[in-house]
């Protein structure tokens, strides 16, 4: 009796613990949180790479800027040569950077990323208060589409975009404490609610827009309250903003000026920045705008986008309409169009094209136009569960959409950081043959910038560039690794893969042309694309020039090099065996000659080889003049990873490139070494 009565006792308590677990649940403050926390792991699944990513672009002369000023002059003058002025972006970098002492990529990424996360779950909040059904899935909703908008990429990515997650987090904020500050009356938080809008200008220009989508919102939510009412708590933002625009404009040079002449002429950009913009708007379904333009070659690009949207955003009216949520169209509409006038109005074509940052405060109109559905209410509960679920899935797929588009674009900042982590590990090294005025690093076909083959969207650029024009690989190193390094870069298109994803930084050389430069450099880097992404590695210098032949050396290839010095070391976390090759020029080449390198097994069968010119390909021996001593190390990576240690030798040597006949190789005592390869020992540890 005893154990039935205890199991009994247990049933009963489950049952409570049950009906305790639906009522917290049934509560707004249980289900917020929900919906925060599931913003948030979302965010960070779609985002998080971007703690890992370094310091580029125009990080790099902006932070540069800053490392010269304080605090106080970050109030009081615009950035030198940009004339613009957002301190309260440039403060946040600055205090950041006096908290840690030197400038941290992963806290400056993490700062954006968080204002991106916060911005989601104060959409989230507005769209939750102000829903007549559904609230916590259509605050949900909201925050998904806004968080994995696809063109946010480039202001979320990107350090230097900072200013637009932060002002659009003003403006969210001032939207949210206005709306909670109404009923009752809360004068303290109405108060905030004003600072905050007044704010936002000094984050960036689009800021002065806070006091008009403020007024927006409470005119498009609250259609029953009286104008003089609405008047009433609504012109302090408006006086507020003005005397923000003041103060914003009484710093010197505070501020581009203001293209209003833009506004009247160049119609054919304010054309062509509408039709980007409805595309951003539109985007669930603006990918039918390449099939169209496919089956209409004749139609301009921004035709073809005005014939795949704006017949969608139409139905999509008519049914928000036939739902009684006209003033949600509005209001999303409204809101998107107002965000975007002033890149419309005042913008060239070519810098919105290449500025998908530019639709972030856009953004949030079209992430609730896309969700009105949810906050629908009809008659029937057969079919408000089936309009939940219909409006739910269309969500869910925009947002799955919006996810895999973003993850396809971090691949390339992800190349991006690696070539600027690679460019550290492949130059900080000693410069063995910096003598002299040669000094620094030689970079060949280091990427300026990275591009996606097919872009998804018919108008917009998807690429990332490396440094701003004009500025140094020199300063982005020191930014980021806080030591000065010089360097000089050329392209040599000779080397670059066919499916390169990037455009190289520098001027165009030959090999020819580019051999000057070769003897000048203290070490050469260069640049492939592997099956990784970039490759960046390390691969010599001359060491002396006008040398007479030494009496030690290893091997003679060809009556023409003698290899003084070999030794192979091998790197376990690429899976490469690095040989390092020291070579003297005894007579110049008469004809074409590739050298080669490979890892044979014990019986001698070939497991992996690298042949080419010397220095990765950049340096043709051919080129070499009488005297010279060259260094350069060549990499081998075995396609089925490295075998065991001792189960395999290296081989070195050399062959006319017509006809790969090998040259004679003779060891010092005059002796014809087998198949004229030069055997190559391992470095000492």
Known sequence: MQAISSIMQTDVDIRASRRRLNTLARRPAFRIVGVF?????????????????????????????LDGVNLAQVWSMPVTGLNYFRPLAFSLWKILRLLQGAWNGSAQHLLTLALHLINACLLAAIVAKLSPAHRSAAG?????????????FQAVIPVNSLMHPLHAALILAATLTYLLSEAPQRVVLRTVSILLAALALFAHENGILAAALVTLTAICMKPRTSLKRL???LWPYWV??????????????????????AIFTQWESRFQNSAYFLQVFAFPVSFLARPVK???PALSDQAAILIA??????????????ARRGTWALWSIGWAAVAALPSIAMLSFNYVLESPRLVYLASIGAAIFWTIPLTFVWESRTANRVSLALAALAVIIAAA???????????????LGNAIYQLHDASERPEPCAQGVRRGTLLVNYPAWFFVGQPEYLVGHDGITTLSAGQKLDDLYAINFGRQRRFTTAVLPDILPRNAVFTGLGDTQTQDSLQAALRAAGQVVVNQQGADGMVLRYAGCLSAANQSAPAAYQAIIGDRLLLLHSAYRVDTAHGDVQIALDWHVQAPDPEDVTVFAQLVDASGRLIAQADGYPLDGVSPSRLWRLGDQWREVRTIHPAGGLPPAGSYRVLVGAYVTAGAVRLHAYNPAGQRLADDAVPVAAANP
Do not use: H
């Open 309 to 322: 949207c704006l017949p969608a955003v139409a139905i999509w009216c008519a049914i928000v309409w036939r």
């Open 401 to 415: 959409w919006g996810y895999l588009y973003i993850q396809q674009r971090a691949g390339l900042y992800e190349m």
């Open 231 to 233: 008047a009433a708590g």
């Open 294 to 296: 496919s089956i209409l």
């Open 240 to 261: 507020a903003v003005f005397v923000a625009f003041v103060l914003w404009r009484s710093i010197p040079r505070g501020g581009n000026p203001l293209p209003l002449d």
């Open 140 to 152: 949900l909703a909201a925050g998904l589409l806004f968080l994995l908008f696809p063109f946010s």
């Open 37 to 65: 926390t599931i913003l948030v792991v979302v965010g960070l699944a779609c985002y998080g790479f971007t703690l890992r990513l370094p310091l580029f672009w125009d990080d790099i002369f902006q932070f540069k800027w």
